[in-house]
């Protein structure tokens, strides 16, 4: 057993798409349509066959009810890893993507917590340099 | 002027507040929802399309439009008394903005969920269950080859 893909809902599948490659810097990894929505999903560019992120509609009103407590409480609901946190947060800010948490030391981790304009926050952290 | 990408944890609330409030079945007018926020009007649509994606106006329109889309499938409302529960006065422009973001008609909408799922399937037709969307997807391709280049524009 393997941990090869996992899932975030986002509102609307083509800005979850614009977000996550032009702005985080994913690349789409699969795009193939079914019904109105897609199976979408994108890899890091440094481990194109590492683990899929799936971009799932959250069309369900359960799932919405879900994505929205959880952003209004300002809980992440994933988190991707970086090399240098500072610089990341650096180049979002430039295009605009907004932090509810700058940068900040959890003990031999850094964290910062950004929203993904698709209702998601998503946490990055910087892990301790190995 | 850069818009502000670093909120306080009171800027963020009210952005959240105001968003639950425009979804509402009872929208609030925008002007109102910024005054709520302490923002100008300004202000309050440039921080909220940063945080959420789209402008306060888009958001609340596609909360009608959801709502629209669920009683059209589920219920047996007229469309005009669809288009006026939901918060548009106009027929017009209702259909038009439908048409735009499903893709249909209001009623070519209501008529193809009837003809392709029974009553009891719709509610799980209008919800794609996330996941499940995997394995339809692989199912299309098994069918029809996918031979293009992934089309990312």
């Known amino acids: 057993m393997r941990i090869k893909l996992t899932s975030i809902m986002v509102d609307d599948q083509s800005k979850a798409l614009r977000f996550y490659t032009e702005v985080l810097g994913f690349v789409p990894k699969q795009k193939i349509p079914v019904g109105q929505y897609w199976w979408l999903s994108v890899v890091s560019p440094e481990a194109p066959d590492g683990t899929e992120l799936s971009l799932e509609p959250n069309a369900n009103p359960a799932g919405r009810a879900f994505q929205e407590a959880m952003f209004t409480q300002g809980i992440p609901v994933a988190a991707f890893e970086v090399t240098d946190l500072a610089k990341e947060v650096e180049r979002l800010q430039a295009a605009g993507v907004v932090f509810t948490q700058m940068p900040t030391q959890m003990g031999p981790v850094s964290i910062a917590v950004c929203s993904d304009t698709c209702g998601n926050l998503i946490q990055l952290y910087q892990p301790p340099a190995r | ?153």
């Open chain 2, 1 to 153: 002027m850069r818009v502000t990408t670093q909120l306080t944890e009171d800027a963020f609330a009210d952005l959240c507040r105001a968003r639950a409030r425009l979804r509402s079945s009872r929208p609030v007018a925008i002007r109102e929802a910024a005054a709520a926020a302490r923002l100008s009007p300004f202000q309050f649509i440039r921080r909220f399309k940063a945080l959420f994606g789209e402008t306060p106006h888009q958001l609340r329109i596609a909360a009608r439009l959801d709502r629209a889309r669920r009683l059209l499938a589920l219920t047996d409302r007229a469309v005009t008394d669809v288009c006026l529960d939901v918060g548009f006065s106009s027929l017009g422009s209702f259909s038009a903005l439908f048409a735009r973001r499903v893709g249909r008609s209001p009623s070519a909408y209501r008529a193809e969920v009837r003809a392709t799922t029974s009553p009891s399937e719709r509610p799980a037709a209008l919800y794609p269950g996330c996941l499940n969307l995997m394995g339809a997807a692989f199912a299309t391709l098994e069918k029809q080859p996918r031979d293009a280049p992934m089309d990312t524009a």
